[in-house]
C-alpha cells in the first residue's frame, strides 16, 4: 500500500476524539486502502491491540448478513468484550439499512471511536444529522493527486519510454489508483475505469435513486461531460434534448444532476458574483470525478482540452480544501474564485496563449480584481511563463506540484 498522507494528517488529530470520522468519494478512489493504513497508524500506538480494531467491508459477501441497523448492532455487541477503547472501521456503510440508528447506537452503548466510508455524499443528509447532529466530520477523499500519482509510479514503475512523459501520461489516465499500480496501456486503463462509472452508475445512482429510464439518465450524463467547463442550466438541458426530439421534463434533469452529484460523478460548483460578493442560483458549471470518465465514456475529443485541464484545476483545488466557485465580474467570467480560511486565490485556466487576444483575455480578466489576493494564470505552454501586472503565469504541471497554495 502506498501511504496517502494528506488523508491521513487529516484523520490523526481526531483520532480518540468523540466525532464520528466519515470519508467520502466516489468508489475506488482509495478510502478503503486509507481504512487500512488507519488501522496500522491505530496499532502503531502502544495502548491498542488488534482485538480492539473492528473491520468491517459491507460490499464483501461475508457480511451479507448484517446489512440492517439492528443485526449489525448485534454484531458489534458480540464483538466487543472488554470495557477498553474499541475502533470500529466500517467501510461503504450505505450498503446497511438504517445504518444511521446503528451507528448512533454504537456512541451510547459502547466505548468506541468510529471511522466510516460511503459512496454518496447523500450520506449527511439531514436523516444524518438528525441523529448524529454536531458529532461527525467529513472528510473528502478524492483520485490521486499528480503528486500522489508520481509516488505510484515510483512503486509501480512504467516503461522507460513512459517514464519520458508521466505527465501527458496522468492528463490521459486520471488518477484512480487501480490504475496505477500497473504499466496500462491507455485502452487498458479507460476499460478499468468505465467499469468502475458503470458500476457508480447502477448501485449509486439507477438502484439508489429508483432511476427507471436509464438511456435518458445516459444521455443527461453525456451531455455534461460534452460540456464540462460550460455553463448551464437543466432548462437549457431540457432545451437540447426538445431540439433533439425528446421530451424531459425540467425536474427531472434536476434530479438526475442531483443522483449524479449524490454518487460523486459530478460536483456542482455555484456562480461568485465578485463585485456583490453573493453567490448566484443560476447558470452553474459541473466537474467530474476524475477526467478518465470523459475518456472512459467519450473517447479523446480535441476541442475538450479546456475544459479538461479546468477540470484538473478544480479537483486540485478541492484536494486542498478550498472551496470553489465561477467568478462573474461584470460581463467576464474568471474561471475560478477558491476561498479557504479567509484566503481567496483567482484562476484562469487556458491551453495555450498563443495570440495577443487570448493573453489579454485571460490575464486582463484578472488584473481587473482590485484586491490583494493571488492572481494566476495555469496553462500547459512550456517557455511563456512571464507575470503580467502582478498575475502569475503557471504551467499546469507546476500548480500542481506547487506547495504555495
Known amino acids: 500500500m502506498i501511504l496517502r498522507q494528506t488523508y491521513i494528517d487529516a484523520i490523526i488529530p481526531f483520532i480518540d476524539k468523540p466525532q464520528i470520522k466519515i470519508l467520502t468519494g466516489i468508489r475506488r478512489s ?41 443485526r449489525l448492532h448485534q454484531y458489534i455487541r458480540g464483538k ?11 467501510d461503504e456503510i450505505q450498503e446497511v439499512e438504517n445504518w444511521e440508528r446503528a451507528v448512533n447506537s454504537f456512541l451510547v452503548d459502547f466505548n468506541v471511536d468510529i471511522y466510516l466510508t460511503g459512496s454518496n455524499s447523500h450520506l449527511l443528509s439531514s436523516e444524518l444529522a438528525t441523529y448524529l447532529a454536531g ?4 472528510i473528502p477523499v478524492y483520485t490521486l493527486s499528480y503528486k500522489e500519482y508520481l509516488k505510484f509510479k515510483t512503486a509501480y514503475p512504467v516503461t522507460r519510454q513512459k ?32 467499469d468502475i462509472y458503470s458500476s457508480v452508475i447502477l448501485r449509486d445512482t439507477v438502484q439508489r435513486y429508483n ?3 436509464v438511456e435518458l439518465l445516459e444521455r443527461v450524463i453525456k451531455f455534461t461531460l460534452d460540456n464540462i467547463g460550460n455553463t448551464f442550466s437543466g432548462k437549457n438541458v431540457a ?16 434530479n438526475y444532476l442531483n443522483a449524479l452529484e449524490g454518487a460523486f460523478i459530478l460536483y456542482r460548483v455555484s456562480r461568485y458574483d465578485i463585485k456583490g460578493k453573493e453567490i448566484l442560483k443560476t447558470q452553474e458549471k459541473f466537474y467530474v470525478s476524475d477526467t478518465s470518465i470523459i475518456y472512459a465514456t467519450m473517447g479523446y475529443r480535441d476541442r475538450m482540452i479546456s475544459g479538461i485541464l479546468e477540470n484538473m484545476v478544480f479537483l486540485e483545488l478541492k484536494r486542498r480544501g478550498y472551496e470553489v466557485y465561477v467568478g462573474k465580474l461584470d460581463n ?10 479567509g484566503q481567496k486565490i483567482y484562476i484562469q485556466v487556458a491551453y495555450k496563449l498563443e495570440s495577443e487576444k487570448t493573453i489579454k483575455r485571460e490575464f486582463g480578466n484578472l488584473i481587473s480584481i482590485h484586491d490583494q489576493f493571488p492572481k494566476y494564470v495555469v496553462t500547459m505552454d512550456d517557455f511563456w511563463q ?7 503565469h503557471l504551467h499546469l504541471k507546476d500548480f500542481l506540484l506547487s506547495d504555495k497554495f
Open 80 to 90: 466487543i468484550v472488554t470495557n477498553q477503547k474499541y475502533y470500529l472501521l466500517l
Open 135 to 138: 458529532r461527525y466530520i467529513e
Open 163 to 194: 517514464q519520458r512523459d508521466l505527465f501527458t501520461m496522468y492528463l490521459r489516465q486520471g488518477g484512480f489508483p487501480g490504475i496505477h499500480i500497473a504499466d496500462y496501456a491507455d485502452e487498458s486503463a479507460y476499460k478499468i475505469v468505465y
Open 239 to 254: 432545451d437540447y434534448f426538445k431540439s433533439q426530439q425528446r421530451k424531459i421534463d425540467i425536474n427531472t434533469v434536476y
Open 332 to 341: 467576464t467570467e474568471i474561471d475560478f474564485v477558491a476561498e479557504k480560511q
Open 386 to 392: 512571464d507575470s503580467i501586472e502582478g498575475v502569475e
Open 30 to 70: 482509495g478510502k478503503s486502502t486509507i481504512l487500512k493504513l488507519l488501522r496500522e497508524v491505530l496499532l502503531s500506538k502502544k495502548d491498542i491491540v488488534s482485538e480492539n480494531i473492528i473491520s468491517i467491508n459491507f460490499e464483501s459477501f461475508t457480511h451479507q448478513d448484517i446489512l440492517e441497523a439492528s
Open 211 to 213: 432511476i427507471r429510464n
